[in-house]
């Protein structure tokens, strides 16, 4: 190897070098930027999820004056705590910004975490359900198009069951022609 060709080696790698410093300050320049475009939408969707609350809360109140004016206290009492927890959210939600916001989630999976087992857990399901519940309808769009499929859909009841396919070695069923098996003569 000649001095030469080993300048041109020490060359190549600075410059892959400094090329790959400069990609990755771009990528933590862009994952910064898109941090904060996050904690922006964070704390303008929790201002107004606060701002809802909160109505949600003064609603809860009028509620309980209503009942309180019937002569019905103890519902009334309900609905003023009711109302006092969901106005407590509602400003916490207002007034706290992302940061706030994720630091005391975290707090509370710390010192909840089979709340937040459950919490997934009945997400989950829900989602589920969800799905479940929607994929008539995504059937029903995707065979309503032109070119979807036209296969009816299973409409089998209990007392009205499709027969299941027949295995080797069963008997033939009433009124199907039996057919010789491949091999038998």
């Known amino acids: 190897m000649t001095q030469t060709d080993a300048g041109t080696g020490e060359q190549v790698k ?3 070098t400094e090329v790959a410093g400069q990609a990755q300050e771009k990528a933590q ?3 910064g930027q898109a941090r904060e ?3 922006t939408q964070i704390d303008q969707r929790s201002t107004e999820a606060g701002r809802k609350v909160s109505e949600q809360g003064s609603d809860l109140r009028a509620v309980g004056d209503q009942l309180r004016e019937q002569g019905k206290d103890g519902p009334a009492k309900l609905a003023d705590q009711a109302a006092h927890h969901v106005e407590r959210a509602g400003g916490w ?6 940061d706030k916001i994720l630091h005391d989630v975290e707090d509370a999976a710390r010192k909840n975490p089979w709340a937040v087992v459950a919490g997934g857990v009945a997400l989950g399901f829900a989602a589920s359900r969800f799905l479940k519940a929607s994929s008539s309808d995504r059937y029903r769009a995707r065979v309503a198009q032109p070119g979807g499929t036209t296969t009816p859909p299973n ?6 069951a499709l027969p299941r396919p027949t295995q080797p070695g069963d008997a033939p069923r009433v009124g199907e022609p ?3 098996s491949p091999g038998a003569v």
């Open 29 to 31: 320049q862009a994952a």
């Open 93 to 98: 939600l207002s007034e706290s910004d992302a």
């Open 178 to 180: 039996r057919f010789a």
């Open 155 to 160: 409409t089998a009841t209990p007392d009205r």
């Open 14 to 16: 600075d410059k892959a």
């Open 37 to 39: 475009q996050v904690r």
